[in-house]
């Protein structure tokens, strides 16, 4: 294995593009094949891995890969798993929240209109619902035709509380992220400043200290990043904290879990910041097409590690201290990172490194995508032909999820393949 690990942490990597037909090199755990166009990767957890398409959503059994569900539905591209079992899509023609059963009755692929939910709620005034978090208990949406938030009980879709608010601050949310959010931003009826809201109950918990002018809001549990251009707080129930930043002016670059990267505005220094200690860092110079910025992807779930090219490796960056604490040889684009796994596209022999970074969702035939770890175990492989990648997530235990589809422009179907176990 090429390349150079430096400090213990683990690391997915590979080649990435989608293999019409499996070889017998082919080393992954299982493959899926599910009709209705292109799939992306929504939700999972330990046992089950969400998907949706325009006209389709799927759940899959993580252990080998097994339809538990396919629902054919109207629009099901946002979709989320419920922690005790099914799982809840969001039209997004009229905003009507469906809870479905995990198992399909009927055994296949069946329309909506044919089953009943388990429950389902609508906004009012015919405004579409926006889910903002979700807890073991409640999921909170917001109701913009009725001017509030509802904390919706997850078992039957009722509603524990509501909350009259102005508008929404918006924040960084997927699937995977809903669980991580203790607390919502809004700016109350008659209020200039912006509150938290606890998820658990809707009530006020802190004030935002800026007024009107707030740039970009992160927030990780009941934590909030608040950035107000050249000012920079963490707010929690608990405290208030300015953060003593070393620009003068700079752009919130990406968002996880945990903080954030800030790049100064002219491009020349990055940093990095905890949210969980309130503290900045700065970060090692980057040489690849969007900085920091590039290396934050749709299912970025790390609260700490961040993967960007210095002086041409893959270097993974601690972004609460700065420190580097791998670097590695021979891989292309950073296709998704997690807590400790990190997606990159290997390069062919004799390819060109920068081209191979600008073509995040091809590459040629024969290249390979393995499940690597700091001391270049390989946990899994796939060759392939030159398709295209849909979508990718890294999940956890060295597993990565990986669509692939074909090259033509209407796709009938996507292969689901399942790496690193």
């Keep these: 294995m090429a390349g150079t690990v430096v400090a213990g942490v683990t690391l997915l990597v590979g080649a990435l593009v989608a293999a019409a037909w499996w070889s017998a090199r082919d080393d992954i755990a299982w493959?899926?094949?599910l009709p209705g166009g292109a799939y992306r990767v929504l939700d999972w957890d330990d046992s089950r891995v969400l998907l949706a398409s325009p006209s389709r959503v799927a759940l899959l059994d993580r252990g080998d890969g097994s339809v538990m569900r396919q629902l054919r539905i109207d629009v099901a591209d946002q979709a989320w798993l419920r922690p005790e079992g099914g799982f809840i899509t969001l039209s997004r023609d009229d905003?009507?929240?469906?809870?479905?059963?995990?198992?399909?009755?009927?055994?296949?692929?069946?329309?909506?209109?044919?089953?009943?939910?388990?429950?389902?709620?609508?906004?009012?005034r015919e405004d579409p619902?926006?889910?903002?978090?979700?807890?073991?208990?409640?999921?909170?949406?917001?109701?913009?035709?009725?001017?509030?938030?509802?904390?919706?009980?997850?078992?039957?879709g009722s509603t524990a509380w509501t909350t009259r608010v102005q508008?929404?601050?918006?924040?960084?949310?997927?699937?995977?992220?809903?669980?991580?959010?203790?607390?919502?931003?809004?700016?109350?009826?008659?209020?200039?400043?912006?509150?938290?809201?606890?998820v658990d109950d809707g009530d006020p918990v802190a004030e935002l200290p800026v007024v009107d002018d707030v740039e970009s809001f992160n927030v990780w549990g009941d934590r909030a990043l608040v950035d107000a251009g050249d000012r920079l707080w963490v707010v929690s129930p608990?405290?208030?904290?300015?953060?003593?930043?070393?620009?003068?002016?700079?752009?919130l670059a990406g968002a996880s879990q945990a903080g954030g990267v800030v790049t100064a505005t002219d491009g020349e220094a990055s940093w990095g910041i905890d949210l969980e200690r309130a503290t900045i860092s700065a970060l090692p110079a980057v040489d690849e097409p969007g900085g920091y910025e590039s290396a934050y992807q749709p299912h970025q779930v790390d609260d700490r590690l961040t993967a960007v090219y210095v002086d041409g490796m893959?270097?993974?960056?601690?972004?609460?201290?700065?420190?580097?604490?791998?670097?590695?040889?021979?891989?292309?684009?950073?296709?998704a990172q997690g807590a400790e796994t990190v997606l990159v596209q290997r390069e062919p022999a004799g390819a060109d490194a920068w081209l191979e970074r600008m073509a995040t969702w091809r590459a040629d035939a024969g290249v390979e995508l393995q499940v690597v770890d700091t001391d270049a175990t390989t946990y899994g492989s796939v060759v392939t032909d030159g398709d295209e990648v849909g979508d990718r997530a890294t999940l956890d235990d060295h597993e990565a999820v990986v669509v692939l589809q074909g090259e033509d422009f209407a796709i009938e179907e996507s292969r689901v393949v399942l790496l690193g176990r």
């Design 238 to 251: 608990d405290e208030t904290v300015e953060l003593a930043v070393p620009w003068e002016r700079a752009l």
């Design 31 to 33: 493959s899926s094949t």
């Design 129 to 156: 619902l926006r889910l903002l978090a979700t807890s073991e208990q409640l999921m909170v949406v917001q109701d913009g035709g009725a001017g509030e938030l509802r904390g919706l009980r997850l078992e039957d």
């Design 95 to 124: 905003g009507t929240l469906q809870a479905w059963e995990d198992e399909d009755p009927a055994g296949e692929d069946v329309l909506s209109s044919d089953m009943e939910p388990v429950w389902q709620a609508t906004g009012a």
């Design 167 to 198: 508008r929404i601050l918006p924040t960084y949310s997927s699937g995977q992220m809903l669980d991580e959010i203790g607390v919502v931003g809004a700016f109350l009826p008659g209020d200039r400043s912006a509150s938290l809201l606890s």
């Design 314 to 335: 893959l270097t993974g960056v601690d972004r609460a201290t700065g420190e580097q604490l791998f670097t590695l040889d021979g891989v292309g684009v950073t296709l």
